[in-house]
């Protein structure tokens, strides 16, 4: 699992470990967590980097439309993954 710094708008900066990532229509998601322990909140953070952007640039994603449709996603692939490893 990778750990990742994210700047935030005010300058400030949050950690996250990358749990799984995917790309939907054209646009990358990230599904992250706040900590490696069994009590971590999960997030799901959406790219909205300029297309000849050299850095990244990803922000939570709050339209409860997009969320549940990207959270299924992600909930296949890491089923997918857990029936690879069995």
Known sequence: MEKTEFRLDDGTKETFFVEE???IGGVSYLLVSDSMEDEASAY?????SEPESEDACYE???DEKELNAVFR???ELMSEEA???E
């Not at 799901?44 to 909205?48: A, L, M, N, T």
């Open 21 to 23: 990532q995917t790309v």
């Open 44 to 48: 799901i953070k959406k790219d909205i």
């Open 60 to 62: 939570m994603v709050e």
């Open 73 to 75: 996603v992600f909930q």
């Open 83 to 85: 029936s690879l490893e």
